[in-house]
């Protein structure tokens, strides 16, 4: 575990929602909370919850497709100004995060898909979250783009390229509520430098 410091940089919650698993559903389309409760799984009725996982294909160099691993996608954290960014190179006013199937959505952290893994996000209450690591643009935001915006879609994955957000999961429970600052925590140690 990386030695961690309190860096003088906050965000605030802006937006919260959960892609929650329901008979029939399609795609990752994400349903607008309030506020979420989280626990050691994520949060519990939210697809992506669970304290383990089967392996998917960004994993598979590491484990056969649907291996048991340890859930370190519990949840999606996307940054407001790089959805303002992605839309703004899409040619659309906004990107809602619906779309996307986001956890959450945070204001204030710069460059905010391209955070020190082992960063941690941490509420008023103590509730605690660790970045895992970026989050690759895939086609599924797309498609749910199309539905409502036809014809618009399609630039999603290359607008999005280093702007995706990151996964991220659950290192002390409790409650986290829109309007609520976040406190950043990042690894005090020097970048990797293999060879020099």
């Excluded at 003088?8 to 309030?34: C, D, K, M, Q």
């Excluded at 999603?156 to 429970?173: C, D, L, P, S």
Aim: proline share 8%.
């Amino acid at each position: 575990m990386p030695a961690l410091e309190l860096t003088s940089h906050t965000a605030r919650v802006t937006w919260l929602g959960s892609v929650v698993p329901a008979e029939g559903r399609e795609g990752i389309r994400s349903a607008p909370r309030e506020a979420i409760e989280l626990d050691f799984a994520g949060m519990s009725d939210e697809v992506h919850s669970g304290r383990t996982r089967p392996s998917c294909s960004r994993v598979t160099n590491q484990f056969p497709k649907g291996t048991e691993i340890a859930n370190t996608r519990q949840l999606s954290i996307l940054s407001a100004e790089e959805l303002a960014a992605i839309a703004d190179e899409m040619g659309l006013d906004a990107l809602d995060p619906v779309w996307l199937g986001a956890s959450m959505v945070i204001e204030g952290i710069p460059d905010f898909s391209h955070m020190p893994p082992s960063s941690r996000l941490q509420g008023p209450d103590g509730a605690s979250i660790v970045i895992d690591m970026q989050n690759r643009p895939c086609v599924y935001p797309a498609l749910e783009i199309e539905k409502d915006l036809p014809g618009q879609g399609k630039p999603f994955k290359g607008a999005a390229n280093g702007r995706r957000g990151v996964t991220a999961w659950v290192e002390r429970g409790g409650r986290l509520a829109i309007g609520d600052e976040l406190r950043l925590f990042v690894p005090d140690q020097r970048a990797w430098a293999p060879g020099g």
